[in-house]
């Protein structure tokens, strides 16, 4: 009994280890700066086979140590080799499909994308072409008909004026149904905090429509408390005077309203050019108008001396189209004009002024207006465009092969 422990102590003593300390170095010890392996120890030509067998029933914790050291180093040398490390964890390269696929092709939203992300619209595709249609055909006829007419007789100013306003208006209108008008991005706050519903009484207290609303937030705007509601489609907290769009889909940062006729929606990003369009556009209905009717009347005086006008007429059949074509339209170009210059000129948008219609509150105060019409007027001519937070034609992030790699890196 004696000479095992001695043997069991002289083991303790070539590992560096006593017996009070042999637990708390265990991880600690290694046989990669040793000259010896733990197989010369504990071989039988060192200690003798019958002392192994006697060993190992009256000292289990001898071989216990030598067996855990061993599998600890055989582990050490596995994880460190690189190679290995290697092959049992690759490096995560995104595959040939993330390479192709782009934001603007995941895009959850309504909208439709062209050019590789670049032009982006909603889907009212017959409404735009009729607007277009209605902005470049008059426009052309008279650009054909009736201004050489007025280059000879009247001014070459006038033409030249009038091509002018014409590429304004088609800049401006392709510019805010081809923009990104401020969508806000998605699941910016996908877990919100839940207002607790404990009403017994409530007819769907412990049913299925006994749901937690997401808590409203509050910011001071002003000095004033503005309310910050919940958006359960995009999962974020919509900013003050942003809405959701039911027709694309999307909250929209300061949207003013949904355009059919430009397939698009009004919002931050596109409303200057919006504002530019419209008024371009009913001053090209009114040059058009009052231009035809001067070269009607001017055919009309300039006649036989009866003065017969379908004589005038029938010399300018195009002029006297426009003039029944641009009257009309001039009510509806010239009512939509007129309105938003008093919105812009007020500081509120559409969706403003019809809430404040429809709750019928004149004393609700305008917290974004700069009491001054000329600086809202400014406001929305000069100010700065945002860059869009959509990221368009940037490629998608991969986040299965990082959620992969952080789950086996865990395990082991």
């Known amino acids: 009994m004696a000479e095992q422990q001695d043997i069991a102590l002289q083991t303790f003593n070539e590992l560096g280890l006593t017996a009070s300390d042999k637990v708390s170095k265990q991880q600690e010890s290694s046989f990669e700066n040793l000259d010896f392996s733990p197989q010369d120890i504990l071989s039988p030509s060192s200690i003798g086979a019958s002392n192994v067998t ?18 600890s180093s055989k582990e050490k040398r596995t994880t460190t080799s690189p190679k290995k490390t290697q092959e049992r964890y690759p490096t995560s390269k995104p595959s040939s499909r993330s390479k192709s696929q782009r934001n603007y092709q995941v895009f959850p939203g309504r909208n439709r994308f062209f050019c590789g992300g670049r032009v982006m619209t909603s889907r009212e595709y017959y409404a735009f072409a009729l607007a277009l249609i209605l902005l470049i055909a008059p426009c052309a006829l008279f650009g054909v008909f009736t201004c050489p007419w007025i280059w000879f007789n009247v001014h ?5 004026v009038y091509a002018y306003l014409f590429v304004l208006a088609l800049a401006s209108m392709l510019r805010t149904s081809w923009t990104d008008p401020g969508i806000i991005p998605r699941n910016l706050d996908p877990s919100p905090p839940l207002d607790d519903f404990d009403d017994r009484h409530s007819f769907a207290y412990g049913t299925t429509l006994d749901r937690r609303i997401p808590v409203v937030k509050k910011v001071v705007v002003k000095d004033h408390i503005v309310d910050l509601k919940y958006c359960d489609t995009c999962r974020i907290y919509r900013p003050p005077r942003a809405s959701h769009c039911r027709q694309c889909d999307n909250c929209v940062e300061n949207e003013d309203h949904h355009c059919v006729w430009l397939n698009n929606c009004i919002g931050r990003r596109n409303y200057r050019p919006f504002f530019i ?38 010399q300018a059949p195009v002029s006297f189209a426009l003039i029944i074509l641009c009257f ?6 010239g009512g939509l004009t007129g309105y938003h210059c008093y919105l812009a000129l007020s500081g509120v948008t559409t969706h403003e002024q019809l809430r404040a219609n429809i709750m019928r509150d004149s ?3 305008n917290l974004f207006s700069y009491n001054s019409s000329i600086r809202n007027l400014a406001y929305i001519l000069c100010r700065p465009t945002t860059k869009s937070f959509l990221r368009r034609r940037k490629p998608v992030e991969v986040e299965g092969d990082r959620q992969l790699r952080s789950v086996v890196t865990s395990q082991e």
């Open 277 to 314: 369009f419209i008024n371009t556009a009913s001053v090209l209905c009114l040059y058009t108008l009052g231009f035809s009717i001067y070269h009607v009347i001017t055919l009309y005086l300039q006649g036989d001396p009866e003065r017969n006008f379908l004589n005038a007429v029938q």
């Open 328 to 333: 009309i339209l001039m009510w509806s170009v």
């Open 156 to 160: 070459i100013a006038v033409p030249i």
């Open 54 to 71: 006697d060993g190992s029933t009256l000292l289990p914790s001898v071989h216990e140590e030598g067996s855990t050291l061993l599998n």
């Open 363 to 365: 004393t609700d105060i």
